[in-house]
């Protein structure tokens, strides 16, 4: 599945990048899945997401939890906390 | 109902104006105006920078204001968030709420904040005189703020 | 800390100006503006005549504003009343908070504006458009609002 | 004592007038008794106040009950209910 990863705030400063598109391996069911196998893809990413438990996560634009399921997702995106207003 | 993200700054009387002018069924109007505060932490800034999520951002306040307007019977809402750098004094974000009634166009007002500050994909950086960045962590008072909205919701 | 009790209209960005304009120390700013609604009890109404006690008015008024201050920690407020005959659509009171924090501002301006429509001696007479004229009767739910700040005094 | 008297509101239009100068007799304590002793005056203070718990009243621009001593005073005021705001 070929998906588009949006990055945030300080998760982007600490990847180093704002987007990418990725062709996502089958095996990764959830959003907790695929943080787990970004991490994996090096350093940096290893580094964003080294407290997963501080990162938010949005599907198609819409707030989900990690365990949410990644089916039919086109757009995914990890941020911290939002501190807006 | 309107919601705008824009980098220009915003006028109150106008937007009021825009909002209500010409009607004479309104009988109250409240409006909240954030703006950037000169020191953070005790460390005084320089400016504030807001990133933010440009669809979901709009698909979020629209969301949130939609919410508002079924709890509360508001005749009128808007809510103006501004990105970019922003210097203190300068509004941040601006929301406006018309009502028959008072009491429901200050709850409406709070609720919009509340949720706008918990749900709305933005995120500050503060630089600060002394030329540091940093992003602004999330508090969470905001999420405590939330939870009051959660007792009176309708399922 | 401003009271005022005029004829003229007021303007909601000038106001807010005068009170806040050149400070970046301040985070929140609610306003509250109190309009003529054109219709009272299912009839049309042509206008309002608003009577105050010279004095007494302005003595209510610093009193309350004073006490919202001791609650809250309020970097600025002003309350603007207007009297003489307005029309339906024009403002009638405005009530401007400032503050570090967003529930201090919503707070202090809901408590001023159940204080003023209980305390601050206003007086309101409806003309309709068939020429008939009342008086407005005080409302039971104003009590009600005013009495949730009880709880909350502190002795 | 003598004192000054003002009436707002439907209060003023049912006396007729929005002020007057008084002599109030020693006898007066109260403003209840300031208020039966009105309406002793004529038709007009007695439909004025033919409701007296709908009546509120101030002593020098300050709200009392009317309950309250007479002392001191040098200005009182009758008034409906407020309906500021």
């Known amino acids: ?85 | 109902m309107t919601v705008r993200v824009q980098t220009a700054p915003f006028d109150l009387s106008a937007e009021v104006a825009n909002l209500t002018g010409g009607r004479t069924d309104i009988g109250a109007i409240v409006t909240f105006t954030g703006t950037v505060r000169d020191t953070s932490h005790g460390q005084k800034l320089a400016s504030m920078t807001l990133e933010h999520y440009p669809g979901m951002t709009e698909a979020e306040l629209t969301r949130v204001e939609a919410d508002a307007n079924v709890r509360w019977p508001l005749q009128a809402s808007l809510i103006i968030h501004r990105v970019g750098t922003l210097l203190p004094g300068e509004g941040i974000v601006l929301v406006v709420t018309a009502s028959p009634h008072r009491q429901a166009a200050f709850d409406a007002a709070s609720f919009l904040m509340d949720y706008l500050k918990t749900r709305a994909p933005f995120w500050k950086k503060e630089l600060a005189l002394d030329g540091s960045g940093d992003w602004v962590d999330a508090r969470e008072s905001d999420d405590v703020a939330l939870a009051r909205w959660e007792t009176s919701t309708s399922t």
């Open chain 1, 1 to 85: 599945m070929k998906v588009t990863l949006l990055y945030f705030a300080w998760v982007r400063e600490k990847i180093g990048r704002a987007r990418e598109e990725v062709e996502l391996p089958a095996t990764l069911k959830t959003v907790a899945d695929l943080i787990a196998w970004l991490r994996a893809r090096g350093p940096k990413y290893d580094n964003a997401f080294a407290r997963p438990e501080v990162i938010r996560s949005a599907i198609n634009q819409t707030h989900v939890k990690q365990s949410a399921p990644l089916t039919g997702a086109r757009e995914i995106a990890f941020f911290p906390p939002v501190t807006g207003g």
